[in-house]
């Protein structure tokens, strides 16, 4: 097994960032041994490692994983035939007795075959995957990386509902603004929780409802003020804040908490704050014509 950890080391450093690399371990079924491995060990009913070389030798599989199938299509569709979906989904379900490494890294790699199709999600959900990834915030609240990883796996998992889950939909709302709110001055966590909220939330005023009693709108204008800035990757997280806020308001009562937030004045300050950026002012503006319709 120590053979097996290194071995994972070693092909993370000779794949990652070189595509030509990451083609030739696909086709050598460098993907297939990768999630087998993950699956055998998430499955036995007896290890023989203790709890922290299984949660290391999980970790470092993960990665490899990670590293193999991002920007590769190829690969990707390899582990997801392989198994690799319900292979995270598993170790998001073992209980992390180390750290948050072994759930961050799954996280991590899930994001990538989560998007991966329909047949993914089907998956997916078979495997109870939003239930795992509330559960691996939960128990990892202060971890940022996690936080960010597991909003973006969301992203992909609800698509609008939980339908099809053993969990109700306001579980995971609190789960993002959880995240949100523990930690407030993260980019990573406080885009991919924005983007989480929208897709939450779109087309679904019971579930707009529900985030703006639990402190969305407030949540999400304070993001938008955090993160207003003159760099232009920033002003892309405030355009999918806005995005966020404007589903938000689109019902009366949270319409009534933006304004008690003070709302427009907030959106005026973020959209004067930097370079002229039209898509950022055509979001700000979108906002502030819901609000004062």
Known sequence: DSVQFEAYHALSCLI???AKNRIRAGLAGAVELVVAACALRTQQQSLDLDDDEVERLLERACIALYVLTRDNAENTSRAANAGG????VAILHMQARRDEGMHEEACKAFCVLAQDGAENLTRAVSADA???VV?????????????????CALQHLVKGSVEGQSIAPQTVIKA?????????HSRGVQRQACLALFILTLKNEENAAFAGEEGAVELVLTAALHAGSKEMDMQEDVCEMFAALRILIGSEVNRTRA????AIAIVVKVMRGGERNDFLLEMGCGVI???TD
Request: charged letters at 15%.
């Open 16 to 18: 990652n960032g070189i």
């Open 85 to 88: 979906v319900q292979a995270m």
């Open 130 to 132: 939003v239930q795992a």
């Open 135 to 151: 559960a691996a915030m939960s128990g990892h609240p202060e971890a940022e990386e996690l936080q960010a990883h597991a909003c």
């Open 176 to 184: 993002v603004l959880a995240s949100m709110r523990g930690h407030s």
């Open 259 to 262: 304004e008690r937030a003070d």
């Open 289 to 291: 014509s819901t609000l």
